[in-house]
Protein backbone atom coordinates (compact mmCIF):
# COMPACT_ATOMS: atom_id res chain seq x y z
CA UNK A 1 0.00 0.00 0.00
CA UNK A 2 1.26 3.29 -0.93
CA UNK A 3 0.07 7.07 0.03
CA UNK A 4 -0.74 9.41 -3.02
CA UNK A 5 -2.21 12.20 -0.73
CA UNK A 6 -1.77 13.74 2.47
CA UNK A 7 -4.30 12.44 4.94
CA UNK A 8 -6.46 14.22 7.29
CA UNK A 9 -8.29 13.29 10.20
CA UNK A 10 -8.80 16.56 11.78
CA UNK A 11 -12.37 16.32 13.17
CA UNK A 12 -13.06 12.49 13.18
CA UNK A 13 -14.14 10.44 15.65
CA UNK A 14 -11.23 7.91 17.83
CA UNK A 15 -8.94 5.98 14.93
CA UNK A 16 -8.72 2.12 15.37
CA UNK A 17 -4.72 0.87 14.82
CA UNK A 18 -4.65 -1.37 12.10
CA UNK A 19 -3.90 -4.85 13.44
CA UNK A 20 -4.81 -5.86 16.87
CA UNK A 21 -4.30 -8.86 19.86
CA UNK A 22 -7.02 -11.14 19.62
CA UNK A 23 -6.33 -13.00 22.76
CA UNK A 24 -2.45 -13.43 24.25
CA UNK A 25 -1.86 -16.09 20.99
CA UNK A 26 -3.59 -15.02 17.96
CA UNK A 27 -3.62 -11.42 16.91
CA UNK A 28 -5.08 -9.71 13.52
CA UNK A 29 -1.97 -7.82 12.53
CA UNK A 30 -0.54 -6.01 9.34
CA UNK A 31 2.07 -7.85 7.65
CA UNK A 32 1.96 -6.30 4.47
CA UNK A 33 4.16 -3.20 2.97
CA UNK A 34 2.89 0.62 4.21
CA UNK A 35 4.76 3.48 1.94
CA UNK A 36 4.08 6.65 3.29
CA UNK A 37 5.57 7.80 0.40
CA UNK A 38 6.89 11.25 1.63
CA UNK A 39 2.50 12.52 2.25
CA UNK A 40 1.69 13.39 5.88
CA UNK A 41 -0.40 11.77 8.34
CA UNK A 42 -2.28 14.50 10.76
CA UNK A 43 -5.05 14.87 12.98
CA UNK A 44 -5.00 11.15 14.51
CA UNK A 45 -7.20 10.36 17.69
CA UNK A 46 -6.62 7.34 19.56
CA UNK A 47 -7.57 6.37 22.77
CA UNK A 48 -7.82 3.21 23.60
CA UNK A 49 -7.75 3.58 27.61
CA UNK A 50 -11.14 5.08 27.58
CA UNK A 51 -12.51 1.77 25.84
CA UNK A 52 -13.46 0.46 29.23
CA UNK A 53 -12.20 -2.96 30.73
CA UNK A 54 -13.98 -5.18 28.43
CA UNK A 55 -12.59 -6.98 25.28
CA UNK A 56 -9.01 -5.60 27.28
CA UNK A 57 -6.71 -7.57 24.48
CA UNK A 58 -8.10 -5.86 21.44
CA UNK A 59 -6.67 -1.92 23.11
CA UNK A 60 -3.58 -2.92 24.13
CA UNK A 61 -1.81 -1.89 21.38
CA UNK A 62 -2.14 1.89 20.23
CA UNK A 63 -0.74 3.58 17.35
CA UNK A 64 -1.01 4.18 13.27
CA UNK A 65 -0.27 0.13 13.65
CA UNK A 66 -1.61 -1.49 16.71
CA UNK A 67 0.44 -4.86 16.03
CA UNK A 68 2.81 -5.37 12.91
CA UNK A 69 4.51 -8.83 12.40
CA UNK A 70 6.20 -9.47 9.12
CA UNK A 71 6.05 -6.45 8.00
CA UNK A 72 7.27 -3.00 6.50
CA UNK A 73 6.41 0.76 7.54
CA UNK A 74 8.36 3.05 5.70
CA UNK A 75 8.47 6.45 4.68
CA UNK A 76 5.70 7.89 6.85
CA UNK A 77 5.14 11.11 8.52
CA UNK A 78 2.31 11.49 11.33
CA UNK A 79 1.91 15.04 13.08
CA UNK A 80 -1.00 17.38 14.98
CA UNK A 81 -2.37 13.69 16.14
CA UNK A 82 -3.03 12.98 19.89
CA UNK A 83 -2.50 8.87 20.99
CA UNK A 84 -3.13 7.04 24.24
CA UNK A 85 -3.07 3.94 25.15
CA UNK A 86 -2.45 1.00 27.46
CA UNK A 87 0.44 -1.77 26.92
CA UNK A 88 2.58 -0.45 23.93
CA UNK A 89 2.41 3.08 22.67
CA UNK A 90 3.51 4.50 19.51
CA UNK A 91 2.63 6.99 16.62
CA UNK A 92 3.67 4.78 13.97
CA UNK A 93 2.96 1.13 15.55
CA UNK A 94 2.40 -0.03 19.28
CA UNK A 95 4.40 -3.21 18.75
CA UNK A 96 6.46 -4.36 15.85
CA UNK A 97 7.78 -8.08 15.26
CA UNK A 98 9.80 -9.46 12.39
CA UNK A 99 9.04 -6.39 10.69
CA UNK A 100 11.24 -3.35 9.40
CA UNK A 101 10.49 0.63 10.61
CA UNK A 102 12.36 2.74 8.01
CA UNK A 103 12.35 6.56 7.34
CA UNK A 104 9.11 7.49 9.97
CA UNK A 105 8.92 11.58 11.05
CA UNK A 106 6.50 12.07 13.83
CA UNK A 107 5.59 15.91 14.49
CA UNK A 108 3.81 17.94 16.90
CA UNK A 109 2.29 14.81 18.63
CA UNK A 110 1.22 13.67 21.99
CA UNK A 111 1.76 10.59 23.17
CA UNK A 112 0.26 9.42 26.48
CA UNK A 113 0.85 5.49 28.26
CA UNK A 114 -1.48 4.73 31.04
CA UNK A 115 -2.06 0.98 32.38
CA UNK A 116 -3.70 2.02 35.03
CA UNK A 117 -7.17 0.27 33.84
CA UNK A 118 -5.10 -3.60 33.05
CA UNK A 119 -3.06 -5.74 35.70
CA UNK A 120 -0.19 -5.11 33.03
CA UNK A 121 3.68 -5.67 34.75
CA UNK A 122 4.84 -3.15 31.86
CA UNK A 123 4.23 -0.55 29.40
CA UNK A 124 6.39 0.27 26.45
CA UNK A 125 5.45 3.99 25.14
CA UNK A 126 8.01 5.16 22.00
CA UNK A 127 7.79 8.17 20.03
CA UNK A 128 8.40 5.59 16.70
CA UNK A 129 7.04 2.17 18.11
CA UNK A 130 6.55 1.28 21.38
CA UNK A 131 8.25 -1.91 21.09
CA UNK A 132 10.57 -3.42 18.42
CA UNK A 133 10.68 -7.24 18.54
CA UNK A 134 13.32 -9.51 16.18
CA UNK A 135 12.60 -6.62 14.07
CA UNK A 136 15.02 -4.12 11.93
CA UNK A 137 15.42 0.09 11.47
CA UNK A 138 16.47 1.44 8.86
CA UNK A 139 16.91 5.20 7.54
CA UNK A 140 16.88 8.30 9.20
CA UNK A 141 14.29 8.72 12.37
CA UNK A 142 12.54 11.98 13.75
CA UNK A 143 10.58 12.77 16.67
CA UNK A 144 9.39 15.63 18.73
CA UNK A 145 6.84 13.72 20.64
CA UNK A 146 6.04 15.05 23.54
CA UNK A 147 5.62 11.64 25.27
CA UNK A 148 4.09 11.11 29.02
CA UNK A 149 3.19 8.26 31.24
CA UNK A 150 1.17 8.30 34.09
CA UNK A 151 -1.27 6.20 36.36
CA UNK A 152 0.21 3.14 35.54
CA UNK A 153 -0.71 -0.12 37.34
CA UNK A 154 1.53 -0.30 40.73
CA UNK A 155 4.54 -2.62 40.78
CA UNK A 156 5.01 -2.16 36.80
CA UNK A 157 8.11 -1.46 34.83
CA UNK A 158 8.25 1.54 32.78
CA UNK A 159 10.16 1.32 29.15
CA UNK A 160 10.16 4.79 27.46
CA UNK A 161 12.18 6.35 24.78
CA UNK A 162 12.02 9.34 22.86
CA UNK A 163 11.48 6.67 19.61
CA UNK A 164 11.59 3.47 20.89
CA UNK A 165 10.14 2.10 24.58
CA UNK A 166 12.01 -1.38 23.86
CA UNK A 167 14.36 -3.14 21.44
CA UNK A 168 14.50 -6.49 22.15
CA UNK A 169 15.82 -9.94 20.14
CA UNK A 170 14.34 -13.74 21.14
CA UNK A 171 18.18 -14.89 20.90
CA UNK A 172 21.82 -13.87 22.24
CA UNK A 173 23.12 -12.66 18.57
CA UNK A 174 21.15 -10.10 17.52
CA UNK A 175 21.07 -6.69 17.83
CA UNK A 176 19.66 -2.73 16.51
CA UNK A 177 21.61 -0.29 14.85
CA UNK A 178 19.99 3.27 14.49
CA UNK A 179 21.64 5.92 12.38
CA UNK A 180 20.96 9.42 12.15
CA UNK A 181 17.93 9.35 14.71
CA UNK A 182 16.39 12.75 16.30
CA UNK A 183 14.28 13.12 19.23
CA UNK A 184 13.49 17.18 19.87
CA UNK A 185 10.52 16.25 22.05
CA UNK A 186 9.83 15.64 25.62
CA UNK A 187 9.76 13.11 28.42
CA UNK A 188 7.58 13.39 31.05
CA UNK A 189 6.69 10.88 33.69
CA UNK A 190 3.71 11.52 36.07
CA UNK A 191 3.98 8.20 38.39
CA UNK A 192 2.06 8.06 42.13
CA UNK A 193 2.72 4.56 42.56
CA UNK A 194 5.79 2.42 43.35
CA UNK A 195 7.11 0.46 40.29
CA UNK A 196 9.12 -2.18 39.58
CA UNK A 197 11.70 -0.27 37.21
CA UNK A 198 11.99 2.63 35.01
CA UNK A 199 14.09 2.79 32.12
CA UNK A 200 14.16 5.95 30.28
CA UNK A 201 16.11 7.27 27.22
CA UNK A 202 16.07 10.30 24.54
CA UNK A 203 16.21 8.28 21.96
CA UNK A 204 15.47 4.07 22.89
CA UNK A 205 14.09 3.26 27.09
CA UNK A 206 15.57 -0.58 27.00
CA UNK A 207 17.60 -2.58 24.65
CA UNK A 208 17.54 -6.28 26.10
CA UNK A 209 16.73 -9.56 24.81
CA UNK A 210 15.38 -12.77 26.75
CA UNK A 211 18.90 -14.47 27.30
CA UNK A 212 22.09 -11.81 27.54
CA UNK A 213 22.74 -8.52 27.30
CA UNK A 214 22.93 -7.23 24.07
CA UNK A 215 25.00 -4.84 22.25
CA UNK A 216 23.50 -2.30 19.69
CA UNK A 217 24.53 0.87 17.29
CA UNK A 218 23.50 4.46 18.17
CA UNK A 219 25.42 6.35 15.39
CA UNK A 220 25.25 10.00 14.89
CA UNK A 221 22.06 10.26 16.80
CA UNK A 222 20.96 13.65 18.74
CA UNK A 223 18.86 14.28 21.53
CA UNK A 224 17.07 17.92 22.52
CA UNK A 225 13.86 18.67 23.84
Known amino acids: MTLTADLDFTGQSCFIPIGKMITSRVTSSFNGTFDGNGYMISGLTINNVEKGDHDTMHYRNSGLFGIVDGGTIKNVTICDSNITGRVWVGAVAGYCSDSVISGCTVLDTVIVGDNSVENQSAIYVGGIVGQMYDSEIEGSLISSAEITVCDVYKGSSL ?22 ACFDGTIFIDVSVSVAKAEIGGIIGSDFDSSTVQTSVVNKCSNGG
Open 159 to 180: YVGGLFGALSFSGSDGYFEIDG
